[in-house]
């Protein structure tokens, strides 16, 4: 317990220093961050089957800093009556944070200050989310966090984590251990700051840190609460991608999905791999073997993020026919007709869809763009068949048979999260106000 309260201080000590990430509160009058794991859309669709209508929600950020998750979510949140608690170790992380929820007139947020680890004492929950992003892998105990979060989690509830991963921090690794010889002794962390600071400057080309270098943009875009957190922080640990089903599992919970687009094409060996053979063994593996190999084989994965659930149906699906099937992400009026034309014209041949992050292939069905275009945000899959019906006068067009149509399309939207389901008892959710991409820290 001595050596959890030493590493706690330490811990809090850096975030006073170096509130993380840093943010300026007046920004928040012409900008929102979009934050990983937190878009209500999508946490309905992964952590609630989607049936949450989000009124009255109740969600944690458990160590929320200077606030990217809390002011999204407090935000979404506010016409609905849901509320959000921030609890973090640093008063001055959370004096960021407030400014920021202050000049944005978000009135939903309790602050709390303190350590997730005490989250059972506190008397806080049961909370329908917990949002943990950054937190968890600088524990001394990340078992012990995982079972604190669990134990003011709703057993309806879900859960968005982000952790390290492995394969990719290997560099970062070997230069927090060579800081460390580097600054043995040395307390004032401005002093340990400057020599990382020279440290990054000398070393060669051929150091392991240098050859990833572009993988980490804290450095440059953080300044040194960035340099502080990636290269000098007390201690922090990552994981594989097994390790991260393990870690879930001893909980008695489940990763139901990984969280952002990327993560999934880089797991998937079809979007980056076209060798036959190779695809074809990588395929054949069971699906958590499969995803071990492709983080190995991208090796670009610097943290994973992720749901979790302690249910084993959190996920919507496409069999149930009440779900409302809707396009989400694309910019521009009446995506669904644009994209039905497209499908129209492409006359079965596969297409190229393009994100502003990334590309995707889709493969055109028989009624791909019939469907697409009775697709309103509002109509059930089984409205949206009837309606194809109906404007076909095809009565040999039964659910089964559009749905087996609709399937391959709805997983390869879905694999991006360009499309979503909530069922036809929860309400559909506002659009949002002005946003740009979310540029969040490792954390």
């Not at 008892?425 to 979310?438: E, F, K, S, W």
Request: with cysteine; proline share 6%; net charge negative.
């Amino acid at each position: 317990m001595d050596d959890n309260a030493n590493y706690l201080k330490a811990v809090r000590n850096q975030y006073e220093g170096y509130p993380y990430p840093p943010r300026v509160p007046e920004d928040e009058r012409h900008r929102r961050l979009r934050t990983g794991l937190c878009e209500l859309p999508q946490l309905n669709h992964y952590g609630h089957a989607g049936r949450q209508g989000f009124e009255g929600y109740h969600a944690l950020v458990a160590g929320g800093g200077t606030g990217d998750a809390t002011v999204f979510l407090a935000e979404q949140l506010h016409e609905r009556g849901g509320r959000v608690v921030h609890l973090d170790l640093s008063t001055a992380s959370m004096e960021v944070a407030k400014q920021r929820c202050a000049v944005r007139g978000l009135t939903n947020v309790e602050w709390v200050h303190g350590s997730l680890l005490d989250l059972p004492q506190m008397g806080l929950g049961p909370f329908d989310h917990i949002n943990c992003c950054g937190v968890l892998h600088h524990l001394a105990d990340p078992d012990q966090g995982l079972a604190a979060l669990r134990a003011v989690l709703r057993d309806d509830g879900s859960m968005g984590i982000m952790l390290y991963g492995r394969y990719a921090r290997e560099g970062v690794y070997q230069m927090q251990a060579l800081l460390r010889l580097l600054n043995q002794g040395e307390t004032d962390m401005d002093a340990c700051v400057r020599t990382a600071r020279a440290t990054l400057g000398a070393v060669p080309a051929s150091n392991w840190y240098k050859f990833g270098e572009k993988l980490f943009s804290d450095v440059w875009k953080f300044g040194d609460p960035g340099i502080y957190d990636l290269l000098l922080h007390s201690q922090d640990r990552a994981y594989t991608v097994p390790q991260l089903y393990d870690y879930v599992e001893k909980q008695g919970m489940r990763l139901v999905a990984f969280g952002r687009p990327l993560d999934r094409m880089w797991l998937t060996p079809g979007f980056s791999i076209r060798e036959p053979r190779l695809l074809q063994r990588l395929n054949n593996l069971p699906e958590r073997d499969r995803q071990a190999a492709m983080e190995i084989f991208t090796g670009t994965a610097i943290k994973h993020s992720f749901y979790v659930s302690p249910r084993t149906d959190s996920v919507a699906s496409l069999d149930d026919l009440d779900n409302v099937p809707f396009l989400y992400g694309f910019a521009g009026d009446d995506p669904n007709r644009v994209i039905a034309d497209f499908f129209q014209k492409a006359k079965g041949k596969g297409v190229t869809l393009k994100d502003q992050d990334f590309s995707y292939p889709v493969q055109p069905q028989a009624h791909s763009h019939h469907i697409l275009r009775h697709m309103d945000g509002t109509r059930t899959t089984a409205e949206i068949f009837e309606a194809v019906r109906a404007a076909t006068g095809d009565q040999r067009l039964t659910d089964p048979v559009l749905l087996k149509d609709f399937r391959p399309v709805y997983e390869q939207f879905n694999q991006v999260d360009h499309m979503l389901l909530r069922h036809k008892t929860a309400r559909p959710l506002p659009p949002l106000r002005q946003q740009i991409p979310g540029d969040g820290g490792e954390g």
